[in-house]
């Protein structure tokens, strides 16, 4: 089964999650190719529609596997491969995109939604659906002993380190929250933050290995990738309730949830600083079924049951 994964392509890069999520799909005996969408707007996306046709006639895959809704839209503009669209939130953050990516889902075969909020907030529905979240490659998270770790990235003894799950410059990802609650707390001027941007994944890593704490006081997500990974090197984790938080996080202790108010914020920083060990989190990873390798497997079937309907 030949599938042909269909993406945003900018910045000369797939997010990591799509490759990722698609070559262990070779596991499973799928040949893969991709169509990376190089544009921004609809313009932009309308430029790529000859060479998708091209790609098509090329490599005549059995599927078509867009990522994004926007990206669903664009696959579906020819009616010989059947299409299927992963959702992964940012569908529904803007009117326009959200009709867009909805008209676009009613013609693709199925949809795969990686958390029920964005079933529900898509105008609409399709109904042959199924919610799978993206996973991670738990062989990408090694975990290095908390002390080595700190060791290693030269972190000071008397200090508690945070690690943001984002950029400190985007305002989804809530930094200004963060900053807020560190200042209410007692002991401030040892707590340093830290951000993810312009890390490679080892350093990211690491870093959820030497820190005490994995902070995401995000306004809005999907399936947040940096959460799973954060879970998988056992790094304590504060979040708000949003998307499928919650339900990832689980009762493992040593994660806590918190609302969106600076002083319950702290209070459950304090609460984690106290914790003052790692977590058995990487664990519920695999009960979750969050692997790529688990992912791969559940999106065969789709496959096969798409191909049967054709």
């Known amino acids: 089964m030949r599938i042909l994964i269909v993406a945003s392509y900018n910045a000369g890069k797939f997010n990591s999650f799509v490759t990722e999520q698609a070559e262990k799909l070779k596991n499973e005996g799928c040949e893969v190719e991709y169509f990376g969408i190089v544009g921004q707007g609809i313009k932009g996306y309308i430029s790529n529609r000859k060479a998708y046709i091209q790609k098509i006639r090329e490599c005549k895959p059995d599927i078509v596997h867009a990522h994004g809704g926007l990206s669903g839209l664009f696959a579906v503009l020819q009616n010989k491969v059947p299409v299927v669209i992963t959702f992964h939130n940012g569908e529904i953050l803007l009117p326009w995109v959200n009709l867009l990516s909805s008209i676009g889902a009613t013609r693709a075969k199925f949809v795969v939604y990686v958390a029920e909020h964005i079933r529900q907030l898509s105008y609409y529905k399709h109904n042959h659906y199924t919610f799978i979240p993206c996973g991670i490659n738990l062989s990408d998270c090694n ?107 689980g009762d493992v202790e040593g994660h806590y949830i918190c609302k969106f108010d600076a002083q319950d914020l702290a209070n459950q920083i304090t609460k984690a600083f106290k914790f003052g060990k790692r977590t058995n989190a990487r664990e519920r990873i695999t009960e979750l079924g969050l692997t790529n390798e688990l992912v791969a497997k559940k999106l065969v079937p789709i496959y096969k049951e798409v191909l049967k309907q054709k």
Not at 156 to 166: C, P, Q, R, S
Not at 167 to 195: G, H
Not at 224 to 230: G, I, M, R, V
């Open 143 to 249: 975990i290095t002993p908390y002390e080595e770790a700190r060791k290693a990235l030269g972190f000071e003894d008397t200090k508690k380190y945070i690690l943001f799950g984002g950029a400190f410059d985007n305002l989804r990802k809530n930094y200004p929250l963060l900053k807020e609650a560190v200042s209410l707390l007692p002991d401030k001027d040892n707590v340093v933050c830290l951000e993810m941007k312009g890390l490679s994944r080892e350093e990211c890593t690491l870093r959820m290995c030497a820190c005490d704490l994995f902070a995401l006081p995000t306004k809005s997500e999907g399936s947040p990738q940096a959460l799973k990974e954060a879970m998988a090197c056992n790094c304590p984790i504060v979040a708000t309730d949003v998307a499928d938080i919650k339900h990832l996080l």
